[in-house]
């Protein structure tokens, strides 16, 4: 089993910034992609960004440009930076974590969830 735990969600006014992050615990070494998805008011749980442990990353069309991933293999961590924050960012953002994941974009294919942290973008 693997754990997830995210940090760093909060308040922030449009066109700021905020850091998440997710540190991943017990059988890591399962772990191949990992990956952020929101949940924004009204919608259903979308993908966000992934970063595969080689370092190839993909990102959704909404945030390119804005938001950026990184990981540490080492310390089984990921962050997300998220910058020129827009009002439709506002949600729950969820870290996952998956082995051979096909289509990133598909969350049945995770094996592994955090409970979420939440961000808010005031206009």
């Known amino acids: 089993q693997v754990q997830l735990v995210e940090s760093g969600g909060g308040l922030v006014q449009a066109g700021g910034s905020l850091r998440l992050s997710c540190a991943a615990s017990g059988r890591t070494r399962s772990i191949d992609v990992m990956s952020w998805f929101r949940r924004t008011p009204g919608k259903e749980r979308e993908f966000v960004a992934a970063?595969?442990?080689?370092?190839?990353?993909s990102f959704a069309d909404s945030v390119k440009g804005r938001f950026t991933i990184s990981r540490d293999n080492g310390a089984n961590t990921m962050s997300l930076q998220m910058n020129s924050l827009k009002f439709e960012d506002t949600g729950d953002y969820y870290c996952?974590?998956?082995?051979?994941?096909?289509?990133?974009?598909?969350?049945?294919?995770?094996?592994?969830w955090g409970q979420g942290t939440q961000v808010t973008v005031s206009s």
């Open positions: 996952a974590a998956g082995g051979v994941v096909m289509n990133v974009r598909n969350e049945y294919e995770y094996d592994y």
């Open positions: 970063r595969w442990t080689t370092g190839i990353m």
